[in-house]
């Protein structure tokens, strides 16, 4: 398999790009959206403001290419912290910005509902499954991943909704839509379960390619 990690200057791509390799890919980092031709998958990672996140995407020339490679070329497209709510039709983050539209739903900032709730939110907590899927396969309900955010999806679609976290009310944590997936924590930093995400991911596509 081959994975194609998008460079678009909104992360700190060493960490996702080694726990790809631990999960058998073979990895390659890019800013180059004439790298797409060559993969199998795709990895959206990010940390960083939704306005900043997809004038980079628009600039490099990945908005357009992303659409067209999920779409009608079916590759799969695993979306990460900023990355997963890129994936949203707009996001409000800094005024209202449009995002890539392949996940229906918006991006909105927490807003607290209990006194301990700190904005952003940051560390452990939990998921719950809401829907079966082979992302989350040997993944148990409850299974604690990491955090970073202030703003977070809010899905269109209940069905695109694989899995939510208890914070600020409750959130949707996990998306995805045919073959395009996001996720709000970051599996990389998330010990043998974000590595068993990823590598979910990986062999799930593998087989049904």
Known sequence: MHV??????????????????????????????????????IVLPGVGAFGD???????????????????????????????MQLLADKGHEGGEHAGLGLVPGEVRRFVATADHERIPHVGWNEIKRTADSPLLDNIGDGTDFYFVHSYHFVAGEQRCVLATTPYCGTFHAVVAKDNVFGVQFHPEKSGPMGFRLLSNFLNFWQVEA
């Not at 790009?17 to 800013?31: I, K, M, W």
């Not at 004038?55 to 079916?74: A, F, H, Y």
């Open 4 to 41: 194609l990690v998008i460079d678009y200057g909104m992360s700190n791509l060493g960490s996702i790009r080694r726990a790809l390799e631990e999960c058998g890919a073979s990895v390659v980092v890019s800013d180059d959206p004439r790298d797409i031709q060559n993969a199998s998958h």
């Open 53 to 83: 996140g997809m004038r980079n995407l628009n600039d490099q020339g990945w908005t357009e290419k992303l659409r067209q490679t999920v779409r009608e070329d079916g590759i799969p497209l695993l979306g990460i912290c900023l990355g």
